[in-house]
């Protein structure tokens, strides 16, 4: 079981609409059988901003999917946690994304995480 997070780089989406946004994302970058599209600089930094503190090539990482790197692309990524650590990688994750001026967004819950 794993929780996922969604992260990108574009505008800050209103509430009602930050689910549509996820979904145009997703099926444009990561459900599409075309090449994977150039990752957005900012998206690059924040995953190595983010395995830097959570490394995802260890036996204790908290990733259900590593490399975090390959769940992203282009201006997206699309991170999934173990549910055992999900508190506490989430909360740093969306921290980080605000850092960045990236958008969080919790598709489980259907909210963004700000």
Same mark, same amino acid.
Not at 30 to 35: A, I, Q
């Given at each position: 079981m794993s929780y996922d997070l #969604? &992260?990108? $780089?574009?505008?800050?989406? =209103?509430?009602?609409?930050a689910g549509a946004a996820f979904d145009e994302l997703y099926e444009r970058y990561? $459900?599409? @059988? @075309?090449?994977i599209a150039e990752l957005s600089s900012r998206i690059v930094a924040y995953v190595e901003a983010? &395995? !830097?503190r959570y490394p995802d090539d260890v036996a204790s990482s908290p990733w259900a999917s590593p490399p975090v790197m390959g769940e992203a692309s282009g201006p997206i990524v699309y991170l999934l946690m173990s549910y055992s650590r999900a508190e506490e990688v989430s !909360?740093?994750? #969306?921290?980080?994304? =605000? !850092?960045h001026g990236l958008v969080c967004y919790d598709p489980q819950g259907e909210t963004l995480r700000v």
């Open positions: #969604a &992260v990108w $780089d574009g505008e800050q989406p =209103r509430g009602d609409d990561l $459900d599409s @059988d @075309d090449e983010l &395995v !830097e !909360e740093y994750a #969306a921290a980080l994304a =605000r !850092e």
